[in-house]
């Protein structure tokens, strides 16, 4: 079992360009997430799924967009990468339940120039 | 606004020494509460989570919380600290409907 994968690890944009983080998860879980976390700020929720073809916004989903076509993937698209997107970008996925723990991805560093 | 505060942002502790960090919520309910760890340029890894019952939790790694209701707060303990828990920590809460808040973490230091 892989768990959690995100690729890719590192990624450089220029201001404008638009790019896709991939999440992939082999737990079978409904539950998918994608978080922010920028320093002293802790991880914030972007956009989420509760199963395929369901998706809904976060805590800061503008300037992001998500789909859900499968179980297993759950991919995070930039349409215009802007400076204030530069982030570590993490994917969780979880069971229903409110009370199911969520298993992180390592995360995908964004550098946006 | 739902919230969930950790008024700490670093702590140092010497290695043996007592550990707490303080998790402070705001919900109109009380949610199901969470703790995680995270080592540098990791993932987050679940240590703890509270949703009935016991008011102390306990953990893997040796860690244990207790949720206090009457202060909304949700303290991490841990006995006796070891250099392998140098990590950054976060409480985190959601009220069931997917909506994870965490707060902003705190870093942990151990002394040798």
């Known amino acids: 079992n892989a768990g959690v994968t995100q690729t890719p690890k590192f990624q450089v944009l220029k201001t404008g360009q638009s790019m896709t983080l991939q999440c992939a998860q082999d737990?079978?879980?409904?539950?998918m997430s994608w978080y922010r976390q920028d320093p002293g700020m802790g991880l914030r929720l972007i956009h989420y799924?509760?199963?395929?073809?369901?998706?809904d916004q976060g805590e800061v989903p503008n300037g992001y967009n998500v789909s859900r076509s499968t179980t297993e993937d759950f991919p995070l698209r930039l349409l215009s990468a802007a400076p204030s997107q530069t982030s570590v970008y993490f994917c969780?996925?979880?069971?229903?339940?409110?009370?199911?723990?969520?298993?992180f991805g390592p995360g995908t560093r964004l550098t946006v120039l | 606004a739902q919230s969930v505060t950790q008024p700490d942002i670093h702590i140092t502790v010497s290695e043996g020494a007592s550990l707490e960090l303080r998790c402070n919520y705001s919900?109109?309910?009380?949610?199901?509460l969470f703790w995680y760890v995270q080592s540098p340029g990791q993932g987050l890894q679940l240590l703890l989570k509270?949703?009935?019952?016991?008011?102390l939790v306990q953990g893997i790694k040796g860690f244990e919380a207790e949720f206090k209701r009457s202060q909304s707060s949700f303290n991490l303990r841990k006995p006796s600290v070891h250099w392998s828990d140098a990590a950054e920590y976060f409480c985190?809460?959601?009220?069931?409907?997917?909506?994870?808040?965490f707060g902003t973490g705190t870093r942990l230091k151990v002394l040798a």
């Open positions: 985190a809460a959601n009220s069931g409907t997917y909506k994870y808040i």
């Open positions: 799924s509760v199963g395929a073809g369901i998706t």
């Open positions: 737990m079978n879980h409904e539950y």
């Open positions: 509270y949703f009935s019952g016991d008011t």
């Open positions: 969780a996925t979880a069971g229903l339940a409110g009370t199911d723990t969520q298993y």
């Open positions: 919900y109109g309910a009380t949610p199901y």
